[in-house]
């Protein structure tokens, strides 16, 4: 059965004042203010991404989809986020050995910052994993099924990108790829049954979840 392997009110962190200063600071690309808000943070650089960045993103999101701010703001704020954690989490993982089982990807949306924490995440824990970086649910199917991918990693800002991992599921489904797949962003921390519409088995609400929901994979196959 898809589950999440997280409980708790999504929606705690997403109005604090830290992530409204972000947000401003963000729409604003003053990268000197999202440098000073860190470092008063007193938070790890991976719990600031995490508490503070995500959910800054999904306020600007949430904007954009009420036509409060242009698609150019989304874009560019997550630029502006990903260069702070290359700057803070050492940059991006390069494992791209074609022989690996897991795969890490973004569907069709604009942000690459939450693929990034979870990349970072699985890099430190020494998992090896495919990155697929952007693709289309047509290319990642193709890639999922040429590689023998076992565990497909899937990161979503926006909620149209979220609904296409139905479209991923059911076509490994006619294909008979065995496949599990997890999904983590602002639709399905939002939406705590989405991942289960969509066809995912589990749902991280950060990052550092990924590890867990890798170890409850591990344990319904053992």
């Known amino acids: 059965m898809a589950t999440s392997c997280y409980s708790g009110n999504a929606a705690d962190h997403l109005y604090s004042p830290p992530v409204l200063l972000l947000e401003a600071a963000l729409v604003s690309m003053d990268r000197l203010a999202v440098r000073q808000i860190y470092d008063h943070s007193g938070l790890s650089p991976l719990s600031f991404c995490e508490q503070v960045i995500a959910p800054a993103l999904s306020v600007i999101g949430e904007k954009w989809d009420r036509g409060d701010l242009s698609l150019s703001h989304v874009y560019m704020s997550g630029r502006v986020c990903e260069e702070f954690m290359e700057q803070v989490l050492g940059g991006r993982s390069d494992c791209v050995d074609e022989r690996r089982r897991v795969a890490l990807a973004v569907l069709e949306d604009y942000h690459l910052l939450g693929k990034r924490l979870v990349g970072f995440v ?23 099924q040429r590689d023998g991918v076992r565990v497909l990693l899937i990161s979503a800002l926006m909620l149209p990108s979220a609904l296409k991992v139905r479209e991923v599921r059911d076509a490994l489904d006619r294909l008979g790829v065995e ?17 289960r519409e969509v066809g995912a088995d589990l749902s991280c609400d ?3 979840q990924v590890l867990l929901a890798l170890g409850q994979l591990r344990e319904g196959e053992s």
């Open 179 to 195: 496949c599990r797949i997890v999904v983590g962003g602002a639709p399905f921390r939002l939406d705590p049954a989405l991942h």
């Open 206 to 208: 950060t990052a550092s």
């Open 122 to 144: 699985l890099k430190g824990a020494g998992v090896p994993y495919l990155d697929y970086g952007t693709v289309s649910v047509q290319e990642l199917v193709r890639r999922v």
